[in-house]
C-alpha cells in the first residue's frame, strides 16, 4: 500500500484485511463517521490495544524453562523466538541462559557443562546433535534390541530333553563363525524393510533352492 499512502480512504478500507476475529469486531464497532484520516485509525487502534503488543526484555529469557515432559526441540523453539525478538547482542547471555533452562539432569545440560560452548554457532551444534538423538529415541531408529545367542539359549530351549546342546544356528545354516541375534524391532518388518531396502548397506538375501511348492 505504501504506493498509494496519500489515498487515506483505500488506506482505511484495506486496513481490516490484516485483522483477526477479535480486531474485527473492534473495527465493526467504530461509530460511522469517527475515523477521518489514516493517522487517526492508527492512533484508535494502538490506544485499545497497547496490551496486547510484547516486548520481550533480557530477563524474559532468564524465566525461561523447559517444562515438565517438553522436548528439546519444542523448548529450543521456544527460547529461540523469543531471543529473536530481543533487540541487540546478546551471544553470552542466551549461551548461559538457554543451558540454565535445561533439567540438570538432562544430557545436553552435562554436555554443556562438561565441554563449553564459546559461541552461538557452537551451542547450536550442540543442541542439534542432542535433537537428533532426542528424535532416534522417540522413532526407535536403529534401536533394535539385540540378545546375543549365549543369553537366548542359556534357558531350556538350547537343550533337547536328553538335554544334549542342539545344534548351532551356524551350523544348520551351513555358515561358520556366524552368531544367531534375536532383534526385537518396534514397527512390523515389511515397514522397516520398505525403509531400508533402497539403503547402500542393504543386500537382498539369496533366494531359496527348491520348489516353493514343496515347502514348508
Known amino acids: 500500500m505504501a504506493i498509494h499512502s496519500k489515498d487515506e480512504a483505500l488506506i482505511c478500507k484495506v486496513f481490516p484485511s490484516s485483522l483477526g476475529p477479535m480486531t474485527m469486531r473492534w473495527f465493526g464497532g467504530l461509530k460511522p463517521n469517527s475515523i477521518n484520516s489514516f493517522k487517526q485509525l492508527t492512533q484508535a487502534f494502538g490506544s485499545r490495544f497497547i496490551t496486547s503488543s ?22 529450543s523453539d521456544r527460547y ?36 563449553p560452548v564459546t559461541s552461538l554457532r557452537q551451542l547450536m551444534d550442540r543442541i542439534n546433535k542432542y535433537k537428533r538423538v532426542e528424535e532416534d529415541q522417540q522413532t526407535g531408529k536403529g534401536k533394535a534390541k539385540v540378545v546375543p545367542q549365549e543369553r537366548r539359549d542359556f534357558r531350556s530351549d538350547r537343550f533337547n530333553n536328553s538335554n544334549r546342546p542342539r545344534k548351532d544356528y551356524s551350523e544348520q545354516s551351513g555358515s561358520t563363525g556366524t552368531q544367531a541375534v534375536h532383534a526385537v524391532f518396534q514397527e512390523p518388518l515389511h515397514k522397516i524393510l520398505e525403509k531400508v531396502k533402497n539403503k547402500p548397506f542393504f543386500q537382498w538375501p539369496s533366494r531359496m533352492a527348491g520348489d516353493p511348492a514343496k515347502r514348508n
Open 54 to 75: 510484547r516486548v520481550p526484555r533480557l530477563d524474559s529469557l532468564l524465566s525461561l524453562s523447559m517444562r515438565e515432559g517438553e522436548t528439546l526441540k519444542v523448548y
Open 80 to 115: 529461540w523466538e523469543m531471543y529473536n525478538e530481543i533487540e541487540g547482542n546478546y551471544d553470552n547471555v542466551a549461551i548461559s541462559t538457554f543451558k540454565r533452562g535445561l533439567p540438570t539432569e538432562h544430557g545436553l545440560r552435562k554436555s554443556l557443562t562438561g565441554k
